[in-house]
């Protein structure tokens, strides 16, 4: 083998599949993969069947290397090897060319072994269209079988008589089925039965159209399923790119239209077609956790309760680190009735090593309580609670289901003492166990738990703690112990917070939250408003200082240069705003250079201000303000119209439907669009309107060209707009003489003349130019 096969057969080689992102990233790589078959096809079989393998591993759905290997086995006659490819495939790759190699491999190995080689191929070809003959691409299929049954020797009449029964019920199967070869089919099945027996043929073709015409009605609709789908993608994890939602979208439709059963035929057949597109699906989406879940529990609930139960268990093998799917299988025995495989189901969760082990004690436990009883979780419980993947969740579940389900307080707050000593430290349990103290009514032992957790907590893992706290007490203490919780938790919380323990000080706060309850307050909408907004400029006040650096920064640009003065914030570049111009398209105007500053373009360019351009800026935070003033007197009146009408908010986002219907009430002054008739500024500088300019129509002009379909005259064009002034516009240019357009332009002209009601409105008959603005 050579290094290059080498390289690609390490790329693919699987040692864990789901062992790491990267590695995963690694081990589906389409490109290695294509490269590593590529090379395995110039390989005698010997040093390619080890790659094939590496390759189905990753691939065990991709049917073209299945069918690349198979075919590689075939060459050098091994049969036995070739049947052994055949039987780990063909089922879960239902892809008509590699059954079609299937086909050709029985009908090789039978063609010398006389009726019973006969008998073996057509039971190849009846199982073969068992599974994909409702295929769209199966015309071919139905198409050779149906030769093959007419090759067949025939020596009686009755056997002749025999055999065109079998020919006939194998075109009436395939005339009914939504294939790209159905009318073929079609007309093929018409020359059968009127070379049989003319007088039979009406009366069957005429039993068989309206089923036919449904067929191809269906087919019609398919297709447009079938071509948005891409056949030759690689089953890969799901990476969120929008080829793989877009192939994902695809074949959710797709399902989506066999199961409305368009053709309206009977369940048995619809049930196969429907489980023909999920099995193909899954050769693509082989990783998708959903695609499996919805194939299973639609085969629930049609019934098929052995079917649901493989597709489960070929998803677990498929993805075996998918608990979600591990969680839907044993629901689905449990639900049937069946406790043990749920149970062993369970189990597994338990011993894979996974990260998330804790939630498979918990509901392991809350199993064991449902179908064995309150004394198997028990025991499992204190069994667990030795594991090292027993963490506080573990307790807080099983004390909850004691308290709540076993109507046992006391082994509750057992379990909750229990874990105290173990997570002390994890916020969340303390909260967990002090509402359940609550609804005992022990308002000792809680405010105990309270003091005992806030003594061994540190300050910054205090704040839920200290906030249960003194919501207990708002709620259940008298007066002076709610002032003094909150004033403890001040001086707690005061150096933990970034903000300095600022926002904390704002006594109104504190009384809203002392006051109020549910969705119940002690001021109005407004005033909390208001609140909210003082609690985010308190907060904030630590970044006054930084945001007053910022507006120094500005101040010390120079606008004339568009540079910073200050060397030390060099990556910082702001636009020389003294030359901002509203952009002009140069094939709007004729011969008018835009001049930065200027008004060539017809519309209001912003007003500048002398000041913009002066390099004696100065670099104070007072300096900063004029600086603000100066880019304000550069912009637009639009914009500026826009921003008066703004609220002064300075803090948290407006709301967005404010905004809007600000937006929407503002009178915003439009900006003159250049008309047919011209600004007096136009008239004094001598420059007298085009008359693609009066008509507008530059895009007319554009049409034109494309009319004269003449080449030579663009590449003209392009020659000499590159030897002309970059000042000078395309329309200045004159057109180069074309006879062809010309003769094109006067006809125009004629019918022009001919028409009074039309607004055609055209070029000069020299230049050529056409504007063709016609309504």
């Known amino acids: 083998m050579s290094s290059t096969d080498s390289r690609a057969a390490a790329e693919v080689k699987q040692t864990d599949v789901d062992s790491s992102s990267a ?18 096809l110039h390989l005698p079989i010997t040093e390619a069947a080890p790659l094939y393998e590496q390759l189905l591993v990753v691939f065990p759905t991709a049917a073209k290397y299945w069918k690349q290997y198979v075919e590689a086995l075939m060459v050098v006659n091994n049969d036995d090897a070739t049947k052994q490819i055949f039987s780990r495939c063909l089922l879960t790759c239902l892809h008509i060319p590699l059954w079609r190699c299937y086909i050709r491999f029985v009908r090789k190995v039978n063609e010398k072994k006389g009726v019973e080689g006969q ?7 009846e199982f073969m269209l068992s599974y994909v003959g409702a295929d769209i691409a199966s015309g071919p299929v139905w198409m050779e079988y149906i030769t093959f049954l007419k090759s067949l020797p025939a020596v009686s009449a009755l056997e002749d008589s025999q055999r065109m029964t079998a020919v006939r019920k194998v075109y009436q199967k395939a005339i009914v089925t939504p294939s790209h070869h159905i009318e073929q089919l079609w007309r093929d099945y018409e020359n059968f039965e009127n070379s049989v027996s003319r007088q039979l043929a009406k009366g069957l073709v005429s039993e068989y159209q309206p089923k036919y015409n449904s067929a191809r009605a269906v087919y019609r609709e398919r297709k447009k399923y079938v071509d948005e789908i891409d056949w030759n993608m690689l089953a890969v ?12 979208m695809a074949w959710k439709r797709f399902l989506a239209f066999e199961k409305t059963n368009p053709q309206r035929i009977d369940a048995v057949d619809a049930n196969k077609r429907i489980v023909l597109t ?15 879940y919805d194939y299973a529990t639609w085969h629930a609930k049609a019934g098929a309760t052995e079917a649901a139960i493989k597709v489960f268990q070929r998803a677990l093998k498929a993805l075996p680190r998918s608990q979600l799917l591990r969680y839907a299988y044993a629901e689905y025995e449990e639900s049937r009735g069946a406790i043990q495989p749920a149970k062993k189901v369970y189990e597994t969760l338990l011993t894979d090593g996974s990260d998330n082990a804790a939630l498979a004690h918990i509901q392991y436990i809350r199993f064991l309580r449902r179908t064995e009883g309150v004394e198997a979780a028990k025991k499992y ?6 594991s090292p993947s027993c963490t506080y969740q573990v307790y807080v579940a099983y004390a909850k289901m004691a308290f709540c389900l076993d109507k046992e307080p006391k082994v509750s707050h057992s379990v909750f003492e229990a874990g105290l000593m173990h997570f002390m430290h994890e916020p969340l349990y303390i909260i967990e166990y002090a509402d359940f103290l609550s609804r005992l009514n022990d308002d000792k032992n809680i405010r105990a738990l309270f003091e005992r957790a806030l003594s061994s907590l540190p300050p910054g893992e205090s704040a839920e703690v200290w906030k249960r706290f003194v919501q207990f007490e708002q709620t259940y203490g008298d007066l002076a112990s709610m002032l003094k919780i909150e004033q403890r938790r001040k001086e707690a919380l005061a150096g933990a917070t970034e903000d300095g323990g600022v926002a904390l000080e704002g006594s109104l706060q504190d009384l809203v939250s002392r006051y109020s309850f549910m969705d119940l307050w002690p001021c109005s909408s407004g005033d909390l408003d208001h609140l909210s907004r003082q609690e985010w400029l308190a907060r904030n006040l630590s970044k006054k200082t930084a945001k007053a650096a910022m507006t120094s920064i500005l101040g010390s640009v120079d606008r004339g240069s568009g540079t910073m003065l200050n060397p030390g914030s060099t990556d910082i570049v702001f636009p020389d705003t003294s030359l901002m111009a509203v952009h002009d398209h140069p094939r709007q105007k004729h011969g008018r250079p835009i001049v930065p500053g200027g008004s060539g373009s017809g519309l209001p360019l912003p007003v500048a201000s002398a000041s913009l351009s002066n390099p004696n800026l100065a670099t104070t935070i007072g300096s900063s303000i004029n600086a603000f003033d100066d880019i304000l007197k550069a912009t637009p009146p639009s914009l500026l119209a826009f921003l008066a009408n703004l609220p002064s908010v300075e803090g948290p986002t407006p709301d967005a439907d404010i905004v809007l219907s600000i937006c929407l009430q503002s009178n915003l002054p439009a900006a ?7 600004s007096a500024k136009q008239l004094n500088s001598g420059h007298a309107p085009s008359t693609s300019e009066v008509s507008g129509s530059s895009r007319g002009r554009q049409a034109s060209y494309k009319q004269t379909g003449n080449r030579q005259a663009g590449k003209r064009k392009n020659r000499e707009r590159q030897d002309d002034d970059e000042t000078t516009t395309v329309q200045s240019q004159p057109m180069p003489t074309d006879i062809f357009r010309l003769r094109q332009i006067q006809k125009a002209r004629a019918t022009s003349s001919v028409s009074q009601t039309g607004s055609t ?5 020299l230049s050529g130019d056409l504007s063709g603005n016609t309504s």
Do not use: I
């Not at 008998?119 to 070809?125: G, L, P, W």
């Not at 419980?381 to 030795?386: P, Q, S, V």
């Open 672 to 678: 003159p669009v250049g008309k047919v008739g011209t």
């Open 237 to 248: 994890p799901p990476k969120d790119s929008s080829k793989e939602e877009t192939q994902w």
């Open 381 to 386: 419980f204190l069994d667990a609670r030795k």
């Open 278 to 292: 999920y099995e193909q699906c899954l050769m693509y989406l082989y990783h998708y956790p959903d695609v499996w």
């Open 119 to 125: 008998e073996e191929t057509r039971k190849a070809f």
């Open 23 to 40: 590695a995963t990233v690694d081990l589906y790589s389409v490109q290695a993969a294509e490269a590593l078959a590529s090379n395995a």
């Open 761 to 765: 409105s055209y070029g000069s008959a």
